[in-house]
């Protein structure tokens, strides 16, 4: 089994604002670095990232807010069978089972969005049932307006990230921008409640699992911990807080697009001792191009192309059937 360590304080680090700001040997020079990082874990924190400190702030407050609330007031909103948006309580999803591992469900609950708008023209009853199916929100004053300002700027913040993969991929900058111009993303809060029991055996805040796109942005809530990854040499190592950063980390749909160059990584929750009795929240962002982009290895290798909307739908139908 693999051994779990302290987190580390050498956590690699992107700062988009330098990169934005350097020359093209610079960008060259830090775009090397972060396709390193992606070969070996997939995994690092965003700094420079640009984005208003009042929009965090104010989706905070909204996500505590609702997870305060009585279990049979958040139910209100629950996904209708088969859809993947609305609140998810716990006991509902135990995210191993999507590598075909039997675990106790996660000690978390959720609230998921989908993209805030349908593209113009778009017919297929796929989309418009799944991806595009509507967000069921609560009913709390400002909680959807401030959902949509943060998930706006996550939209601009991954568009932003892509281009730096590109350039670390060493194509033009702007190489992923058609395969993103409408994604069908979708943006997850957390809630880990505190513990006041022994969980069961085998049994996580979230369970080892990859994510399935081309890329989550992470925001833990300040100062938590549990968060956890598997590295190249097998141990579990904590990921650090890092004040005022986002932790990226890419999705199995990306190490598709390159081909198996970049690592789509184990990562899980655990509950540190200190922790137990204390909630830990968190807002995941899953970045997914476009529906009906066609994403073919970068290396011209013979693996058969597969389409976004399609390939997210099997993998959500597999981890929920």
Known sequence: ???????????????????????????????????????????????????PQPVIDAIWAKARGFF??????????????????????PGTEALAKSRGEDTPPDLKESFNGGPLSIPPGETDPD???????????????????????????MEALAVRIMEVFAVALNLPQDHFTPFIDTPISALRALNYPAQ???????????GAHTDYGSLTILLPEPGSRGLEILTPEGDWRGVPPIDGAFVINIGDLMTLWTAGRWTST????????????????????FHQPNWHAKIT????????????????????????G
């Open 1 to 51: 089994m693999p051994k779990t360590d302290t987190p580390q304080p050498d956590f690699p680090l992107l700062d988009l604002a330098a990169f934005a700001a350097a020359d093209a040997s610079g960008k060259a020079k830090i775009a090397a670095e972060v396709d390193r990082i992606c070969i070996e874990t997939g995994f690092l924190a965003i700094t420079g990232h640009g984005v």
């Open 68 to 89: 305060d609330l009585a279990p049979e007031v958040k139910h209100r909103v629950g996904p209708v069978p088969g859809a993947p948006y609305g609140y998810l309580g």
């Open 127 to 153: 989309a418009l049932a799944f991806c595009y199916a509507p967000t069921p929100w609560p009913d709390m004053l400002d909680f959807r307006a401030a959902w949509c300002a943060y998930y706006t700027e």
């Open 196 to 206: 006041d029991s022994a969980p069961k055996e085998n049994q996580l805040r979230a």
């Open 266 to 285: 184990l990562h899980r929750v655990v509950t540190p001792p200190d922790w137990a009795t204390k909630r830990r929240m968190s807002l995941a962002f």
């Open 297 to 320: 290895p970068l290396s011209g290798a013979a693996t058969k192309p597969v389409t976004s909307g399609p390939y997210l739908m099997s993998k959500f139908a597999a981890a929920n």
